[in-house]
């Protein structure tokens, strides 16, 4: 959408031409900012794949979060279900990933401190961490890592 001083803002708009409300929500938490667009981009792709799977905001799980990081490319420690993303995309890489998972972490956040529903995904999200290459290769037996512990005070994904 064109913006009255030129610029652009994004959002998530379904076939039927409504306004996807909690996507907008959190899209416009970085309105102006260059990651409106790629977390749009990522966000669209995850809200579609959650009504696939027939889960909203107070009926996802961290474990879900998992299967679809897992759907998208991520190598995790489990079975994540039918292929997604028809007809077969490329695997998000390395990059990707952290950009789909920071992205999703603050969307869910986001929606978790709006609504107050879904605590128990808020709690698992504020405590865990996904576990970076540099966590694994430091780790005994770290290539069945599937997060790791926050620092008390830290902040990120």
Same mark, same amino acid.
């Given at each position: 959408? !064109? =913006? ?11 076939? @039927?031409?409504?306004? @996807? ?15 409106? !667009? ?22 996802? &799980? ?27 995309? !490329? ?26 529903? /879904? @605590?128990?995904? =808020?709690?698992?999200? %504020? ?7 540099? @966590?694994? /290769? &430091? ?5 069945? !890592?599937? %997060?790791?512990? =926050? ?7």
């Amino acid at each position: 959408m !064109k =913006r009255s001083g030129g610029g652009r803002s994004y959002t998530i708009v379904w076939p @039927d031409c409504t306004v @996807d409300e909690e996507a907008d929500g959190f899209l416009r938490t970085h309105e102006g900012s260059g990651s409106q !667009k790629t977390y749009a981009y990522y966000l669209v792709d995850h809200l579609r794949w959650r009504v696939r799977e027939g889960l909203t905001t107070p009926t996802i &799980r961290l474990l879900d979060l998992h299967r679809y990081i897992g759907a998208v490319g991520a190598r995790v420690p489990m079975p994540w279900g039918e292929p997604w993303r028809m007809p077969p995309k !490329k695997p998000y890489g390395t990059s990707a990933l952290e950009v789909a998972a920071a992205c999703l972490k603050g969307f869910y956040l986001h929606q978790c401190a709006v609504t107050g529903v /879904n @605590d128990e995904l =808020r709690e698992a999200l %504020s405590l865990r961490r996904l576990p970076t290459q540099a @966590d694994r /290769n &430091r780790a005994l037996l770290g290539h069945v !890592k599937t %997060s790791m512990p =926050r620092p008390p005070g830290a902040s990120g994904p």
